[in-house]
């Protein structure tokens, strides 16, 4: 680990809202090492600010944030008082150290860390206890995966009907669509404006990111409900 270690930087990001008093500072340790995955995306940032601009309804929920790596969004839901469990692929275990050192800089030793790999029947995914709240990042990034991440949503879903996937992508290609595999695997989503959670902007808690990238946020539920 002391070659990892080496191109290791701490992200400090605080997260506010106009005409509230109230911030929250999170630290989250960042790898510069592409191969690893192990940054900051935009889409992170934007996906934590509608998790603070939402904490009031945070508390006490079962929240399970899946390909975490850095975690910035897991860490913000239990420290807005959510129980949370972070998750990454089992075959990333570089990816669930981090989730484990994201928990530390927090303080946070009541967050579980789980190997949980998209579109696979696991113990892991079976054992999960009931959740309220799946949040994914960026998750929708390699067209290969995004049928395996909505294998593994609508299993979840459907074992937790009133529960929401709450989930930002960036825009990176105008023939970006899930609508047929939602479809398939009997999901709905709504889109959610950015400024309705003040993420319309270049500079967000305290940082450059999202700049001038496209991101777009969803909520994707059980379409039964």
């Not at 510069?32 to 940032?45: I, T």
């Not at 899946?66 to 008082?81: D, F, I, N, T």
């Not at 990454?88 to 967050?111: G, I, M, T, Y």
Request: glycine share 6%; with cysteine; aromatic share 8%.
């Amino acid at each position: 680990m002391s070659e990892l270690s080496q191109t290791l930087i701490v992200k400090t990001f605080t997260f506010e809202g106009s005409g509230n008093t109230r911030s929250l500072t999170v630290s989250v340790p960042e790898v510069l090492d592409p191969q690893y995955g192990m940054y900051v995306w935009p889409s992170a940032v934007v996906l934590s600010q509608y998790v603070w601009m939402a904490r009031e309804e945070l508390q006490n929920k079962m929240v399970l944030e899946l390909g975490a790596g850095v975690s910035l969004p897991g860490v913000v839901s239990a420290l807005c008082g959510a129980a949370v469990i972070l998750s990454d692929s089992a075959e990333l275990p570089l990816c669930l150290e981090n989730c484990r050192r994201s928990c530390v800089l927090n303080n946070l030793s009541h967050v579980h860390v789980l190997g949980l790999t998209w579109g696979r029947a696991s113990p892991e995914l079976l054992s999960l206890p009931p959740l309220d709240l799946i949040l994914g990042s960026d998750v929708f990034y390699e067209p290969e995966d995004f049928e395996d991440v909505l294998v593994t949503v609508s299993f979840i879903l459907r074992r937790n009907p009133h529960a929401q996937f709450w989930t930002t992508y960036q825009e990176r290609s105008a023939d970006w669509s899930i609508e047929a595999l939602l479809h398939k695997w009997d999901l709905k989503c709504i889109n959610v404006p950015l400024e309705t959670f003040e993420a319309n902007k270049t500079h967000l808690a305290g940082s450059t990111l999202p700049g001038n990238h496209t991101v777009q946020m969803m909520i994707i539920t059980n379409n039964r409900i």
